[in-house]
């Protein structure tokens, strides 16, 4: 299968490539490793030579922190280090006085790519959802269960500090969970999810100069200017990865427990699934940013394919826990995100965040 990106995305992996590990030309960034650096120096000088230099990057990132970057410490000693890699820059990285560090985007030895984990997640936000429609039609029981999840859940909420609150909606959202992956399962444990037959690769990587590049993550309907550096996957970039239901896994599970659900995981399934929670979430996002932004995504379908959203940034909206509150009852939605996100707001769900040209981030289609 392919994955192909019709906005930015940015998956994280927890680092950040601080300003003594890139180089800024124009509109050129450059990273570069210890090793890197290391090896460069020794082709450059030796003996003691080498030891001054080397003592003297050292002064250089202990007395000016951020106030420079390796780049300029090597304009400035006329030195030339092969970069591992260089990407487009479309924003500024010295604001003020100091250089901002970039969060850096995954990658193995190979390039940058999508993991496996991070499809699935997406996958089973929207099992989660077609499930819960398909039963609100058929005039089920399951919307006023996880309705009533969320209201105790909610009462929990308002009696304990905001510290507390994390871990009564994590709670809560494992109690959802079960109505869905573990229905009837002995007790909840990884090896009774019913979304264990979904196998799903890590996607191929690429070069980081073939798919990435650096750009500034702002808040659009916010009162803080927040501006935050991030390595990008660009638009157009195809990525192949493997998408498998194991059906030996799904038989394996019913002859363990009977989940009314798991004759559901199948493609055509997922698919129709997709449509529908899509449509629902465009249909918001369009209450926010309009026709402008959302046109060229659903324009990049055609038939057959899988729409998703994935990594970082992807919005409120797209939170598991969030999902069937917004089917039938903003009221309730309205009093749960107050409890929810860090900061409340009087207006929920009203910021969103973009890149430096104003695209929304995380679109992807599999086809």
């Known amino acids: 299968m392919k994955l192909r990106i019709i906005s930015p995305i940015h998956v994280g992996d927890g680092e950040e490539i601080i300003p003594w590990e890139y180089s800024v030309t124009g509109s050129s960034f450059s990273y570069y490793s210890v090793e890197k650096i290391t090896e460069g120096l020794r082709g450059s000088f030796s003996g003691q030579r080498l030891r ?23 304009r400035e000693n ?10 487009p820059l479309k924003t500024e990285l010295k604001k ?44 089920g029981n399951l919307l006023k269960k996880v309705r009533e999840i969320l209201i105790n859940s909610l ?45 799903v690769s890590d996607t191929e990587a690429v070069k980081p100069s073939e798919s990435l590049y650096v750009d500034s993550v702002k808040v659009l309907g916010s009162s803080r200017d927040i501006e935050d550096p991030h390595e990008l996957m660009k638009e157009g970039v195809e990525l192949s990865f493997s998408l498998k239901i194991d059906e030996d896994r799904k038989k394996g599970l019913n002859e363990v427990y009977k989940n009314p659900y798991i004759d559901l995981l199948t493609e055509d399934f997922l698919y129709e699934s997709s449509k529908l929670f899509y449509k ?9 940013f309009g026709d402008r932004y959302y046109e060229p995504v659903e324009d990049s379908l055609s038939e057959g394919d899988f729409l998703l959203r994935i990594g970082k940034h ?26 929810v996100v860090p900061q409340p707001r009087d207006k ?3 910021t969103r965040k973009v890149t430096s040209e104003g695209k929304p981030l995380g679109w992807v289609v599999i086809s």
């Open 314 to 339: 992807q919005g409120f909206l797209n939170i598991t826990i969030m999902l069937p509150v917004l089917l039938g009852d903003r009221k309730l939605f309205d009093a749960v995100f107050k409890e």
């Open 96 to 139: 003020g006085a100091e250089y901002k560090s970039v969060k850096s985007f995954i990658k193995n030895t190979e390039g940058a790519y999508v993991p496996g984990s991070e499809i699935k997640g997406a996958l089973r936000t929207v099992f989660m959802f077609g499930v819960i429609y398909r039963d609100m039609k058929e005039g």
């Open 280 to 288: 629902f979430l465009l249909d918001r996002e369009r209450e926010f």
């Open 348 to 350: 929920t769900n009203k």
């Open 78 to 87: 006329n030195i030339s280090i092969e970069p591992v890699y260089t990407i």
């Open 52 to 74: 001054n230099m080397l003592i003297k990057l050292r002064d250089e990132v202990r007395n000016s922190e951020f106030r420079k970057s390796l780049g300029d410490f090597l």
């Open 155 to 199: 009462n929990r909420s308002r009696k304990v500090d905001r510290r507390e609150k994390r871990s009564v909606w994590e709670e809560a959202n494992q109690e959802v969970q079960k109505l869905i992956f573990f229905r009837n399962a002995p007790k909840q444990d990884a090896k009774y999810d019913i979304f264990k037959a979904v196998l």
